[in-house]
């Protein structure tokens, strides 16, 4: 997997949107941006997945730069049960299936 | 749907038992991954299969794990003997044809191996 590059952790207010940075400079042009995320003591959930357009779902936002070597994740309105690691990883189609984890970023949501 | 279902949610275990652990995959989805995660070593893919049949085990760490799948709807993956280096989170994950590299997990099992 192209290697990613998330800050270690961030504090967001709840009720305000939390924009997550995730750096991916070597990113080929067949591989796209994935996001999980992982609840304390929960398994890990899906979150958006995108390759050169912006992306929305009920969930989140995924924004990717025009040169495709940065995304922002955003979360519109943080509750504090979004409060978990955040996974950006990168990852080609096709049947390259194995998830892997780096270290991610520790969102806490604060009231 | 109520998710991808495992079970036990806890186990605990003594060195050499033997540990079953359960898995009831998303209806209609064609992929079903077993996973283990522990602090060092982060989540390892251990092994997949596609409509129940094994594609790749080359994650699984040796002879004493097997997984099965025997229909559509069920998954086991055991360890026997267990040793205490196997205490993990055990996830299993499923995903749609369509959409396999979304994939959905299911709670985890904390295995503890004494």
């Known amino acids: 997997d192209a290697k990613t590059t998330q800050p270690p952790s961030m504090d967001c207010a709840e009720g305000r949107a939390a924009n997550l940075p995730c750096n991916h400079s070597?990113?080929?042009?067949?591989?796209?941006v994935y996001w999980y995320r992982q609840i304390h003591s929960q398994g890990p959930q899906y979150i958006i997945h995108?390759?050169?357009n912006n992306e929305t779902n009920e969930m989140a936002s995924l924004i990717i730069t025009e040169d495709r070597k940065s995304s922002t994740l955003i979360l519109p309105h943080a509750t504090l049960r979004d409060t978990a690691v955040y996974y950006c990883i990168v990852r080609p189609t096709g049947n390259d299936y194995k998830l892997s984890f780096g270290a991610g970023t520790t969102v806490t949501v604060r009231a | 749907d109520a998710g991808v279902i495992q079970s036990p949610r806890h186990e605990v275990t003594e060195m050499g038992q033997e540990v079953t652990l359960r898995c009831k995959p998303i209806?209609?989805?064609?992929?079903l991954f077993w996973y283990r995660q522990t602090m060092m070593r982060g989540l390892e893919l251990l092994i997949y299969f596609n409509n129940n049949v094994p594609i790749d085990d080359s994650g699984m760490p040796e002879d004493r794990f097997s997984a099965k799948m025997p229909n559509a709807s069920f998954s086991t993956l055991k360890i026997q003997p267990s040793e205490p280096r196997d205490s993990a989170v055990y996830f299993c994950?499923?995903?749609?044809?369509?959409?396999?590299?979304?994939?959905?997990f299911g709670p985890g099992t904390r295995l503890t191996v004494t």
């Open positions: 070597t990113i080929s042009g067949n591989e796209y």
């Open positions: 209806s209609g989805h064609d992929y």
């Open positions: 994950a499923s995903s749609p044809l369509w959409g396999w590299n979304e994939q959905y």
């Open positions: 995108g390759l050169k």
